[in-house]
């Protein structure tokens, strides 16, 4: 599975961005999906999941009641929807796919994840 994730780019603080994240060479159905960030200096951290077939969600309390993560897949992507931005939202925004951990078992790190996307850079002004 190749991971594309696309749509970040420079908003103030609460503004909003969409990321996508467009998967090929497989479908995705059968995978669970997720966002992770790192940003300058720091360990990457988990973001978001969903399970294979959506209904299952898990987010970190950091974005929760701000972030969205959602799927398409009969498109084979999958969105954060990212809403009320913060400086500290700055950082490199990777998509990943995992076979068989469950979502709510992703590590923080996102060590071990099947497949990794390259990353879009998000940047949040003050």
């Known amino acids: 599975v190749q991971l594309q994730a696309s749509g970040g780019g420079l908003v103030q603080a609460g503004g909003s961005l969409r990321l996508s994240c467009a998967a090929s060479?497989?479908?995705?159905?059968?995978?669970?999906m997720g966002w992770f960030r790192q940003a300058p200096g720091m360990e990457r951290e988990f973001v978001a999941a969903?399970?294979?077939?959506?209904?299952?969600?898990y987010l970190a309390d950091t974005v929760k009641g701000r972030f969205t993560i959602s799927r398409d897949n009969a498109k084979n992507t999958v969105y954060l929807q990212m809403n009320s931005l913060k400086p500290e939202d700055t950082a490199v925004y990777y998509c990943?796919?995992?076979?068989?951990?469950?979502?709510?078992?992703?590590?923080?790190?996102?060590?071990?994840?099947?497949?990794w996307g390259k990353g879009t850079q998000v940047t949040v002004s003050s």
């Open positions: 969903i399970s294979s077939a959506g209904h299952i969600r």
């Open positions: 060479g497989r479908t995705i159905s059968t995978y669970n």
């Open positions: 990943a796919a995992d076979a068989t951990l469950p979502v709510r078992l992703w590590p923080s790190s996102g060590n071990g994840m099947d497949y």
